[in-house]
């Protein structure tokens, strides 16, 4: 990683959008060349089409909007990147942009992808005798593996497909279990650019027949495991102690143990880190959302991963080494730039092209980079002032606009809320008045 930069080298070319109107913020991504004018245009609400809607659902009624914007200030690899994300939760965008500003002081994120490999699962039941069956599975393992390959020439041609198996036992679990000793067959599939979930259960629905000739049980499941735990990515970061303070250098220090103890607490604690990982997972999510991937399936591994040691933990850590504040974090994600409704959805184009997506893994490298930044936003705003003050400057917002409030005076009965600590409509209300009674006055 760099060295601690000056300000001007550290400028993301985005840096600062957050002060400009919509459109003005539009016209800096394309002068930016990072997107054409009218590209920009499906962020309007027109995204996906009724009737396209209508081929990806059953009892279609439309489509359904949420704000999209970016994350700006990453730096992840050494590259800038902005990261698209859909979300309704004030203050997330915010606060990955300002965090990842911090990370860019000491260098940027690092980020590291897992080769892409999916599990598959097909659960073997009444198999009369278990080590027999396992001894002749690992023996057809090749012939299984040409097997569930076979109808899949374009990814074994692109360097993927089913790579090896893995046998599992799974006795009862006491004596009210209702099931006898399961054999299960983990087929495990390099599924490239693609999130994995189509090919995956195909496999295993393609070779369950054979495993049972094999094993003379019964094959029942036959579905990919959301726990990709061969499938992750690492990201890494730090920021430089006298940065982490805006105001005050000397009270970086300070802050950043007050991070390592907002950290040691979720890695402590199953409720801490409940809350922890939801952060980090605001910021994975929008990206997730606004690329158009199953986000649900990624929550589900990234907290199964979080409990894979048997206690539910922090996916993300943070520690002070010397003069910087580092954090790490290792996570399940299994995304897709192939198929599903990346073809069809033209916001989400967008969206990857803002991104500089072209592969599953610089999507997953820039979903966990916010992430990580997410977490440092969330657990620096916690340790210092806390988060009610950020969060409120952006309700106040909402407030003022619901009680009529238009362009400039947004901002100004914001800040007089702000001001007055006062978040609520009939503040909104009074403060607009007033506003509009002094620019009316001569
Ligand atoms: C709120 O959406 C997320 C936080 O609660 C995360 C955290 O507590 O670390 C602020």
Request: aromatic share 2%; charged share 25%.
């Amino acid at each position: 990683m760099g060295t601690k930069g000056s300000e001007a080298e550290d400028q993301h070319p985005m840096s600062g959008i957050h002060r400009l109107d919509l459109s003005a913020r539009r016209q800096r991504l394309v002068d930016a060349d990072m997107a054409d004018p009218d590209e920009l245009s499906v962020f309007d609400g027109a995204g996906l089409s009724a009737e396209s809607a209508d081929r990806m659902i059953e009892n279609a009624l439309g489509t359904f909007s949420l704000p999209a914007g970016i994350g700006v200030n990453l730096r992840i690899n050494g590259v800038d990147r902005v990261a698209p994300m859909a979300i309704e939760e004030p203050s997330v965008v915010a606060a990955a942009s300002h965090a990842a500003k911090l990370l860019r002081h000491g260098g940027g994120i690092e980020a590291h992808c897992s080769e892409p490999i999916v599990v598959g699962q097909v659960q073997l039941l009444d198999v009369p005798d278990p080590d027999r069956a396992e001894r002749a599975i690992q023996a057809a393992s090749l012939e299984l593996l040409h097997l569930a390959n076979q109808n899949h020439r374009r990814l074994t041609a692109a360097g993927g497909g089913a790579r090896s198996l893995e046998l599992r036992r799974l006795e009862p679990l006491g004596p009210d279990d209702p099931v006898g000793p399961m054999v299960v067959v983990h087929l495990q599939v390099d599924v490239r650019d693609a999130m994995g979930a189509n090919v995956v259960n195909t496999m295993c629905e393609t070779v369950a027949p054979r495993l049972e000739d094999l094993s003379g049980g019964r094959a029942r499941l036959r579905i990919l495991t959301n726990l990709c735990d061969h499938r992750t990515v690492t990201v890494r970061g730090r920021v430089p102690l006298d940065r982490l303070d805006r105001r005050e250098a000397a009270r970086g220090s300070d802050l950043a143990q007050g991070i390592v103890e907002a950290s040691v607490f979720a890695e402590r604690d199953p409720y801490r880190a409940t809350t922890h990982n939801k952060g980090i997972m605001n910021g994975v999510d929008a990206v997730l959302v606004a690329a158009g991937q199953d986000w649900r399936a990624v929550e589900a591994g990234a907290h199964a991963y979080a409990a894979r040691n048997g206690r539910y933990a922090a996916l993300a850590r943070w520690r002070v080494t010397g003069e910087y504040l580092h954090g790490e974090m290792t996570l399940p994600l299994a995304v897709g730039v192939v198929g599903g409704v990346v073809k069809v959805h033209p916001g989400v184009r967008t969206a990857l092209r803002l991104g500089r997506v072209r592969t599953a893994s610089d999507l997953a490298e820039l979903a966990a980079a916010v992430g990580l930044a997410q977490n440092l936003g969330a657990l620096r705003a916690l340790a210092g002032d806390g988060i009610q003050a950020g969060h409120m400057r952006l309700h106040a917002r909402n407030l003022a606009a619901e009680v009529g409030a238009v362009g400039s005076e947004i901002d100004a009965v914001s800040r007089a809320m702000a001001e007055a600590r006062q978040y609520d409509r009939d503040a909104a209300q009074r403060l607009l008045n007033r506003l509009r009674n002094e620019r009316a006055a001569p």
